[in-house]
């Protein structure tokens, strides 16, 4: 074999080679990242400490919940909630009993396992409860987004978490949300779907500070 022979078979085998190095990806190579979870594909953990909630305690023939639904206008009132474990209306004042109910405002402190409150210390009448009025997250400041956009977005939620929402409206350029917990997971996940400063998502459970 000529010189020029050996040199354009060996030119070959190189490109060859390389076209293959190149077509070939690498074991270590990164994968690409998964996109982030919608709202409603998560659910936040349970609380690991005490929380308060405030409203209406309502015992309903020995079944005894904390009212975060609506309530009804006729006399006595009815609702329904979280079940309440632990409940004692002996340490408790300013009730109101009629035709096998009984009911009261309180600030309830306890444990949530996510399905009910097991009660660790005697419940304060809402008229006695003076809470720190909570942080407003916006600080004041207008939202950005557009009343048709904001009214979409409202209603997107409402659909995905369901019962989860205790109130859900437009103010101020926001969609508000509170639901019944949330550690930040609800939070997150709108605003890596919706974008920052949209939604404002608070929490009717308020860990014990």
Not at 47 to 73: H, R, Y
Not at 119 to 148: N, R, S
Not at 157 to 185: F, I, K, M, S
């Amino acid at each position: 074999m000529s010189t020029t022979r050996r040199i354009s078979a060996t030119a070959v085998a190189v490109l060859a080679l390389t076209l293959t190095a190149c077509a070939t990806p690498r074991a270590d190579a990164p994968a690409a990242a998964p996109p982030p979870p919608k709202l409603g594909d998560v659910r936040p953990a349970p609380p690991t400490s005490d929380i308060v909630a405030q409203g209406t305690v309502m015992d309903d023939a020995g079944e005894i919940s904390l009212c975060t639904g609506p309530m009804t206008m006729i006399y006595p009132p009815q609702c329904s909630g979280i079940p309440l474990e632990g409940w004692d209306w002996a340490a408790a004042d300013g009730e109101e009993s009629a035709e096998g109910r009984t009911w009261g405002t309180y600030a309830v402190t306890g444990g949530f396992d996510g399905e009910r409150i097991t009660v660790t210390a005697p419940p304060i009448p809402l008229a006695l409860y003076d809470p720190m009025a909570p942080e407003d997250p916006t600080g004041g400041a207008p939202g950005k987004t557009d009343e048709a956009t904001l009214a979409e977005i409202q209603q997107t939620v409402t659909d995905r978490l369901g019962d989860e929402v205790q109130v859900a409206y437009v103010e101020n350029g926001y969609v508000h949300v509170q639901v019944l917990w949330d550690d930040g997971t609800y939070q997150d996940a709108a605003d890596a779907e919706f974008g920052d400063d949209v939604v404002i998502v608070t929490t009717l459970l308020q860990p014990v500070s």
